[in-house]
């Protein structure tokens, strides 16, 4: 359990609630960038308000590959969500994402990206309570059949989404900041 979330809001809300309103949007345009999405359609995941906990990143357990692949998705959703923020960041020190000035601009946003992640691409999500180490599966996967985008989540989409986006940091590095253009390349060779 969150201690920020108190009232047990849901996902979303409690996400809005630490990133000074604009967690949705934020999550919204990144994946927009993303996933190459030009109309009018809302790609915010839904995050279900079954009464179990959504957590920090430190307190889930993903075995190694799954850790990889959940690496690979932060790394475009985070290149994705810097092109909307970097410049305005840098140049005053304010992120849209913080009611003041703020040197961890996404550090709030992405703590609870991990849970988006393991909802939709189908993992077991077991939360690990940091004081006791005991662990528990939450938003067990019965329960969320029918309700998870795995199709956007998965692995192959992914890995094709990983390989354009090294394409295209080959091809536009000049002209695009890029956070990680030795990773790019490098995950495609492997």
Aim: net charge neutral; aromatic share 14%; charged share 25%.
């Amino acid at each position: 359990m969150d201690s920020r979330n108190p009232l047990k809001q849901d996902f979303w809300t409690f996400c809005d609630a630490i990133n000074a309103g604009n967690c949705k949007f934020a999550f919204s345009e990144s994946l927009k960038r993303m996933y190459g999405i030009k109309h009018d359609f809302d790609p915010l995941p839904p995050m279900p308000g079954d009464g179990d906990t959504w957590s920090v990143m430190q307190s889930w357990v993903l075995p190694t590959r799954s850790f990889l692949e959940f690496v690979m998705f932060s790394r475009m959703f985070v290149d994705a969500l810097d092109v909307q923020m970097y410049k305005e960041h840098h140049l005053n020190g304010r992120c849209y994402l913080s009611f003041s000035k703020d040197k961890h601009c996404y550090s709030r946003l992405l703590e609870l990206l991990v849970n988006v992640w393991a909802y939709h691409s189908g993992r077991r999500m077991l939360y690990v309570n940091p004081e006791t180490g005991a662990m528990q599966e939450h938003h067990k996967f019965n329960s969320r059949r029918g309700k998870m985008w795995v199709k956007w989540f998965s692995y192959s989409t992914l890995k094709s989404m990983d390989e354009d986006m090294a394409d295209e940091a080959d091809s536009d590095h000049a002209t695009r900041r890029w956070l990680w253009p030795s990773l790019v390349r490098s995950s495609v060779q492997v």
